[in-house]
């Protein structure tokens, strides 16, 4: 009586394993449409997928905020700092060792492009 007790002890938990893992496989497999598409709505696959317009470029101007560095913000927009501070018309106010420092101020408004645009 033993064995049969320890023997369907273990089968118990073997066959409800089973019996969940078909019951989830059977989930699984099946699709259910969506009711809230109708068919007018259902894309074939045979036409082409139009995606939105990519978004616009960045904005060629940018305001400057507490913390900030002159490189950082040339680093953030792809430039370096040297050509940030050309088309701005900035002069460094200082010198750290072999480093120009230069001064912003939150708010400032930079040009963060190589092209001619007026920031205001």
């Known amino acids: 009586m033993t064995s049969s007790f320890v ?9 409800l394993g089973y019996v969940g893992i078909t ?3 059977g989930c699984v497999q099946m699709q259910m449409p969506d009711p809230t598409l109708d068919n007018k709505n259902i894309q ?9 317009p990519s978004p616009p470029p960045p904005t060629s101007c940018y305001r400057v905020k507490s913390g900030d ?13 040297q050509q940030l ?13 072999q ?4 001064d912003l101020h939150p708010g400032q408004l930079l040009r963060v492009t190589s092209v001619n645009v007026t920031c205001y």
């Open 85 to 97: 501070a050309e088309w701005n018309g900035l002069q460094p106010s200082r010198w750290d060792g």
């Open 23 to 25: 019951l989830l496989s």
């Open 44 to 52: 074939r696959k045979d036409k082409p997928v139009f995606f939105p």
């Open 7 to 15: 023997t369907n002890r273990i089968k118990l938990p073997l066959m």
């Open 69 to 81: 560095t002159l490189f950082r913000v040339a680093v953030n927009h792809g430039h370096t700092y």
């Open 99 to 102: 480093k120009p420092v230069y």
